[in-house]
Nanobody, 127 residues
Framework: EEQLVESGGGLVQPGGSLRLSCGASGFTFRAYDMAWVRRAPGKGLEWVSAISMDGGNPYYADSVKGRSTISRDNAKNTLYLQMNNLKTEDTAVYYC????????????????????WGQGTQVTVSS
């Protein structure tokens, strides 16, 4: 069974940092482009960042560009998102998801019915 498990969320003060992780199992992780998606309170799903299967071609939403770094370790079947200088507007549930291809992140909003998704990890930025 395909599974993605996010971890690393929590409560952090504005300006702080978090590193999210996403462990994959049950499928060939290295064969998939991957993405981070978030859902803020009362809002829809939003692409945050994406990365190609070989770890190149990173994509960042304007809202996190310059503050976040996506990476992956295919030997460990793990996806990461380092987030720095966190803002209150970064408060959301963060999900990792497989992509059909990287064009998916510029072709429309995330669709939880497509690909494999994790259960999410809560990030709360508050003083």
């Amino acid at each position: 069974e395909e599974q993605l498990v996010e971890s690393g969320g929590g409560l952090v003060q504005p300006g702080g940092s978090l590193r999210l992780s996403c462990g994959a199992s049950g499928f060939t992780f290295r064969a998939y482009d991957m993405a981070w998606v978030r859902r803020a309170p009362g809002k829809g799903l939003e692409w945050v960042s994406a990365i190609s299967m070989d770890g190149g071609n990173p994509y960042y939403a304007d809202s996190v560009k310059g503050r976040s770094t996506i990476s992956r370790d295919n030997a460990k079947n793990t996806l990461y998102l380092q987030m720095n200088n966190l803002k209150t507007e970064d408060t959301a549930v963060y999900y990792c998801a497989t992509l059909r291809d990287l064009l998916q992140v510029v072709s429309g909003p995330p669709d939880a019915s497509r690909g494999f998704w994790g259960q999410g990890t809560q990030v709360t930025v508050s003083s």
